[in-house]
C-alpha cells in the first residue's frame, strides 16, 4: 500500500561544485561517506550529487514529516545497488520516523539532464517491504 510519495527538482546551479568536497561541511552534513565514495567513481560528480540531493528531498517527503521539521539529509542515504537502481536507507531519527508512519520500503528514480536533477519516491507498506534493508538505526 502506498503510504507517501515525494518529489523534487534540483537546478544544476543551485550546489556549489566546491560545496561537493569530502572537506566541504555541507558536504559532510549532506551526504554519507558511502555516497561519498561512490561519487568518486562518477564520470559527473556534480550530476550525481545533484541527483542524489534532489532523491534525499524527494524521500524526506514520504515520511510525511512538517516542513520545518529538522532533519539532516545525511540521516537519508541513496546509494545504486548491484543492477545500478538507486535504493534508500534510512538511519537515526529518519529511519524512525518511517518507522512511525509505517514504511517498509522506497522506491525511488532519478533522472538528469544538464540542468536538472529530478526524484520522485514513493513509500510503501506491507509484505513485500525490505525494512531491514531500509531502516539502518
Known amino acids: 500500500m502506498v503510504v507517501g510519495i515525494g518529489t523534487d527538482i534540483v537546478t544544476k546551479t543551485e550546489l556549489n561544485p566546491e560545496w561537493l568536497t569530502p572537506t566541504d561541511p555541507f558536504c559532510r552534513a549532506t551526504f554519507t561517506p558511502a555516497e561519498q565514495q561512490e561519487a568518486q567513481a562518477c ?3 556534480h550530476s550525481y550529487f545533484c541527483g542524489r540531493f534532489a532523491a534525499k528531498e524527494a524521500v524526506f517527503k514520504t515520511l510525511g514529516l512538517p516542513t520545518d521539521t529538522r ?8 546509494l545504486h545497488n548491484a543492477q545500478g537502481a538507486p ?7 529518519a529511519a ?6 509505517g ?8 533522472t538528469h539532464n544538464s540542468d536538472y536533477a ?8 506491507g509484505p513485500d517491504s525490505n525494512e531491514e534493508e531500509l531502516w539502518q538505526t
Open 87 to 93: 535504493t534508500v536507507r534510512l538511519h537515526a531519527d
Open 71 to 78: 532533519l539532516p539529509l545525511g540521516q537519508i542515504e541513496v
Open 43 to 45: 564520470r559527473d560528480r
Open 96 to 101: 524512525e520516523a518511517a518507522r512511525r508512519r
Open 118 to 125: 529530478v526524484a520522485f519516491a514513493l513509500a510503501q507498506s
Open 103 to 110: 514504511i517498509g520500503s522506497i522506491l525511488l528514480t532519478l
